[in-house]
C-alpha cells in the first residue's frame, strides 16, 4: 500500500475524505485494519506489479511471481499480521505464452507457500501489457498491528537482513551471472526477497518494536513516511547500515564502490525488510531475535526535531526525501535509475 | 472474481493447483471465503475496471466511479456477505487531471456510503492507461454464505430486478439524451448499477436461495457458470425475463426490438442483478422479499440434465454460452459488441 511521493497530496486528499474504518486503520499505513471479531483484526493490503514498471519480460517469470507475493506478503509483515491468503488480478496481452503464466504461478506459490497464505481467488482480463495487482490479507490480534505512527524520540532505529543489495541486483540485471559470494547475494535478493512475515510477528509483541513498516521504496523514503506517520525526526548513521562491503582494487575504486553502495542502501528500494523502531528497554530482547540468517541493525536514532540526518564520515548531512517512484519512472525506462548519483 | 469463458481452463488449473483454505472456499466463485473466527467468514473478492475495456474516458468520471464500487460490492452481495471496506488499486497516465479523478471518487463513495464499505486503502502507480482493481471485503456467518454450487433439480430460477437495460444503455452510449422512460432506465441502470447486497443478505437467511451468483457478464454466460459448478442443467422462459418491453410502430419494428431486447437480456451483461435458485418451499418467502422497486422474478427451473434451454415461442433452443468476455472484447472497442446478433 505504498503511497508515491509526489501523489503523496493524492493521498492525503484520500485520507481526509475517508475516515477509518470503525475500530480500525485506514489508508496510509502498510495495510488496512478491519476489526472482525472481538480481539481479531484483518490486515488488508494491495500493490500494483506492472510490466517494465515493476517487471520486465526477459526476466525469469518464477524470480517475478516471487517477488509479486512478496509485495503484498512483506506489507502484512510489517503490520506483524499473519498471512491468511492472497488474491491476484491478472491481465495480459493476447498471445503471452500459457507456459510464461504458469511459470510466474510457480514462482507465486512459492512464495506463498512458504508463508502459508493460500491463493484463494482474483480476477482475469486483457490488457496491451501484462498488468497484476495483488491482495494480501492476514490476520493480527486486536491492538497489536505495528504501526507507522509509534515511533518516539530516543527509540532506536532498526532494519532487519541487509540493504541495497536487490538495487545492485537490479542494475546487474535479470541476465547476469554472479561473478563472486555478494554478487551472488545481490542477484538474489533482487530476483528473490522473502517477506520477514514472521520477524514481523515477532516485532508485534509487547514490548518490542514501537513502530514497523517495509522497506520497499527506499529506506529513505520509507524513513521519511515513518517520521512523518509519527511526527519525529531522525538521525541515521551510514556506516551501520548493512550494505554492500566496498570492493576494488584501488582505494579510489572502493570509495566509488562505497559511495555506489551507499546510495543503494538509501534510495534503491525493493529491500522489502522492516524498519522498525524500539525504546532501548527492548534491545536485548530484539537482539534474542536476531540470527545469522536474518540480523537485525541498530542503524539510527528517533529525534524530536523533525529533520532527517545522515551521519557520514564524521560530518551530517540532510538525507533527502527521495528512493523508488512510479510517478518518476518514465513508463519503467529507469527502474530505480535513480538509485545511482 | 469473475472468470472468462475462453479462459476457463487457465482457471481450472489455477484451481487444481490451489486447494481452498481450510475452512474456506479458493478460486471460481464470486468471492472467496476465509475462516478469521468461530462462526465467521470473510469474503473478499477483486475486479479489473479497465480504461476501454470497461469503460471510456468520455463518461461521467462519477459513474464510472459508482460501477467500479458496484463491481465489487455486487460479488459480495452474491455471496450473502455483509460489505466492510473497499481498497482500490489505481494506475493513470501522466496528466490526467485531478478534477477526473476527484469526480471518479465522489461516485465510488456515493456507492460506498450506500453499502455502510470504507475505502480503506489501496495503492497508486502510474500506467498508460487508466487502470482500476478493486477489492471488495465483506463478512457473513459461517455456512450461511450463497454459493454457486448449491442448485438441485426441480429449484426455480430466479432473478432479481431487471435484464438487459445495462447493455441497452451501453448501446446508447455515455453522451445519450433519454428519450422515454425506458430508456431513462436503461441509461441509469447502465450508468448507476446498484448492487443488490441488502437482497443478498435477505437470501442468505436459511430456507431461502440454494444457490446464488450475480449477472455481470450476461444470464447465459452467468448461467452456465452456476450449472457447472452445480452440475445440473436449467430451462428459462424467455417470456418471462425482466427485460425492455418492445417497443416499434409497425409489428416488424416490435418483433426486431423483441430480439434485440432478448439478446440484451440474455448476453448483455453489466446488470449486477443477482442469479439465484431456491426450493418451491421458499417460494412464499421470496415473493415476500419482492417490492416495487425490487421485483424478484422466477425466469425457470433447474434439470438433472446437464444442458441448458431457451424456452422461446413455444419451441425450445440450446441456450449458448456467450457474453461479456474480455477476451473477446479486442481491446474494447466492441464492449459488448457481441449482445446484438
Do not use: K
Not at 526477459?58 to 498471512?83: I, N, Q, V, W
Not at 510464461?100 to 501489457?129: M, T
Not at 579510489?252 to 525493493?270: M, P, Q, V
Amino acid at each position: 500500500m505504498a503511497g508515491t511521493s509526489n501523489e503523496r497530496g493524492w493521498v492525503a486528499w484520500l485520507a481526509r475524505r475517508h475516515a477509518p474504518p470503525p475500530g480500525g486503520l485506514g489508508i496510509g499505513d502498510d495495510a488496512a485494519l478491519l476489526p472482525l471479531a472481538p480481539g481479531l483484526q484483518l490486515a488488508a493490503t494491495t500493490d500494483w506489479f506492472l510490466e517494465d514498471l515493476h517487471f520486465r519480460r526477459r526476466e525469469r517469470p518464477e524470480d517475478c511471481g516471487y517477488r509479486l507475493a512478496t509485495r503484498a506478503l512483506s506489507d502484512l509483515a510489517a503490520m506483524g499480521a499473519e498471512p491468511l491468503a492472497l488474491l491476484l488480478s491478472a491481465a495480459w496481452p493476447a498471445g503471452l505464452a500459457a507456459s510464461w503464466r504458469r511459470r510466474l504461478h510457480a514462482g507465486l506459490e512459492a512464495a506463498a507457500r512458504d508463508s502459508g497464505a493460500a491463493l484463494a481467488g482474483g480476477d482475469l482480463s486483457r490488457a496491451a501489457r501484462i498488468a497484476f495487482d495483488i491482495v494480501g490479507l492476514g490476520r493480527v490480534r486486536a491492538g497489536r498491528a505495528l504501526l507507522r505512527s509509534g515511533a518516539r524520540p530516543g527509540d532506536s532505529l532498526w532494519v532487519s537482513g541487509w540493504l541495497g543489495y536487490a538495487a545492485w541486483g537490479r542494475r546487474l540485471g535479470a541476465r547476469a551471472q554472479p561473478s563472486d559470494r555478494e554478487q551472488r547475494r545481490a542477484l538474489a535478493r533482487w530476483r528473490r526477497p522473502r517477506a520477514r512475515w514472521e520477524l514481523g510477528r515477532r516485532l508485534a509483541q509487547p514490548g518490542r518494536a514501537s513502530a514497523c513498516m517495509d522497506v520497499s521504496d527506499g529506506l529513505s523514503l520509507d524513513l521519511h513516511r515513518l517520521c512523518r506517520a509519527s511526527q519525529v525526526g531522525a538521525m541515521v548513521f551510514a556506516g551501520r547500515l548493512p550494505a554492500p562491503p566496498p570492493a576494488g582494487r584501488s582505494s579510489r575504486a572502493r570509495s566509488a564502490a562505497a559511495r555506489r553502495a551507499l546510495d543503494f542502501a538509501l534510495y534503491g528500494g525493493e529491500d522489502y525488510e522492516l524498519l522498525f523502531t524500539a525504546p532501548a528497554t527492548a534491545r536485548a530482547r530484539l537482539r534474542r531475535l536476531a540470527s545469522p540468517t536474518l540480523p537485525l541493525t541498530e542503524i539510527g536514532v528517533i529525534t524530536r526535531s523533525r529533520g532527517l540526518w545522515l551521519e557520514l564520515d564524521g560530518g551530517r548531512e540532510r538525507l533527502p526525501e527521495r528512493g523508488w517512484d512510479a510517478f518518476d519512472a518514465h513508463g519503467g525506462n529507469r527502474r530505480g535509475g535513480r538509485a545511482t548519483p
